[in-house]
């Protein structure tokens, strides 16, 4: 399987104008591709194949004086653009057969885009020097941050600058799944839920952890300070990149975050089962904001590749439909609850049913898991009865299963 590590790159002045160079031209090639097919579909020709652009937009274009700078970079970058675009079409097709979901149609890049890349392959004969910097040709030898060791050399490398004018390299390597991990005997249903980040079957409610609501909140802090400033300003300026700051902060603490949670997830658990939310489909509706925030699909995603590696079983139920509807221990179908109904009694059973627990209980089953409907049931520990108030029923609690953070970070 393929595998993507990241790294914090530190180019040089000199380097940063060669990498907003190869950016630009990766950029044109791109978007000379895309209005050559755009083009031809709207004059009822053939879809121009990537072989015949590559031949006519890099290697015929560079001759020409309008894009003679495009000998300027390494020519591999300018393939790798081409091949970006087959999979974005790619990428757009599936999306219409139903084969994953839908995409829009490819765009046009532009400078303005909040993140630029350029990617080298292989045979683009980038290396690490033995100062352990990163060699690419006609840029230089890069100063990178190397947090991890590789564990084995790279097929691609990828030079990004995010919204905050950061760099990163991204190298793709390919690993066996030789990492298997010793079998455990938990299996797991989990529900992403709103109210919390995620719920397990085994009754654990998960929030996010304290560093990512830090920086949340400093990221709208930061929003706040910008929309007090004047439009036009040199102030505003200054503003507008803090908030870039605090975006970039934000998305690195929540991927920690995901990473953290998905790998003790993974380890902890012989097989793990999440419904399908059709994230693209709620990305739609009002939900929208919190589903982008809580970051789902990137987390389901990291959960799919770990259970891959580590040989764990990674199983991904089809919108089954009312998992508050029933009930995880004996199976009756009550009906719909409205959302503010947390806990309730099963009618046929009397079990007293956490929400959240049930729900994620019953994606467990669904995906033919073993777990125990116990978890989502809620134990009435015996509330002490305040005085004076002896013999009035004491309301039900659930603060028994909720554990703020994840223990054992
Ligand atoms: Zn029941």
């Known amino acids: 399987m393929q595998l993507r590590y990241s790294f914090r790159l530190y180019p040089s002045a000199g380097q940063r104008t060669a990498l907003a160079r190869a950016f630009g031209c990766a950029r044109v090639v791109y978007n000379d591709a895309l209005r050559a097919r755009e083009t031809a579909h709207s004059e009822g020709m053939p879809f121009p194949k990537t072989g015949d652009l590559s031949k006519q937009l890099i290697t015929e274009a560079k001759n020409t004086p309008e894009r003679a700078w495009l000998a300027e970079v390494s020519a591999v970058i300018l393939q790798q653009s081409l091949r970006g675009l087959d999979a974005a079409y790619r990428n757009f097709f599936d999306g219409l057969m139903g084969k994953r979901p839908r995409m829009g149609v490819p765009r046009y890049k532009s400078r303005k885009d909040t993140r630029q890349a350029a990617r080298f392959t292989a045979n683009a004969r980038w290396s690490i020097t033995p100062g352990q910097k990163l060699r690419l040709p006609k840029i230089g030898d890069v100063r990178v941050k190397w947090s991890r060791t590789l564990p084995s050399s790279p097929s691609t490398v990828t030079v990004v600058k995010d919204s905050a004018g950061r760099y990163f390299v991204s190298f793709v390597v390919e690993t066996g799944p030789e990492e298997v991990l010793p079998e455990v005997s938990p299996e797991l249903g989990i529900d992403l839920g709103l109210g919390h980040f995620a719920v397990l079957s085994d009754g654990t409610k998960i929030d996010s952890p304290r560093f990512l609501r ?55 658990n012989q097989a793990v089962a999440v419904e399908d939310l059709a994230v693209k489909g709620l990305a739609r509706t009002r939900l929208a904001k919190s589903v982008h925030d809580a970051g789902w699909s990137a987390f389901v995603s990291m959960l799919e590749y770990k259970a891959a590696r580590y040989g764990r079983t990674f199983l991904r139920i089809g919108r089954f439909g009312p998992t508050s509807q029933v009930c995880s221990r004996c199976g009756v179908k009550d009906g719909p609850k409205p959302l503010h109904v947390r806990v309730w009694t099963c009618g046929a059973c009397e079990a007293v049913l956490d929400r959240d627990v049930n729900a994620a209980v019953n994606v467990a089953k669904a995906a033919g898991l073993a777990v125990s409907a116990c978890g989502a049931q809620v134990s009435r520990a015996p509330v002490p009865a305040p005085r004076g108030e002896a013999g009035t029923h004491p309301k039900p609690s659930t603060i028994r299963w909720e554990q703020a953070g994840i223990p054992g970070f």
């Open 214 to 268: 830090r920086a949340e909140k400093r990221l709208k802090k930061a929003q706040r300070a910008l929309s007090r400033k004047e439009k036009g300003s040199k102030n505003r300026d200054k503003a507008r990149v803090r908030v870039a700051r605090a975006h970039a902060r934000v998305a690195d603490a929540r991927r920690e975050f995901h990473h953290q949670l998905s790998t003790k997830l993974i380890r902890e």
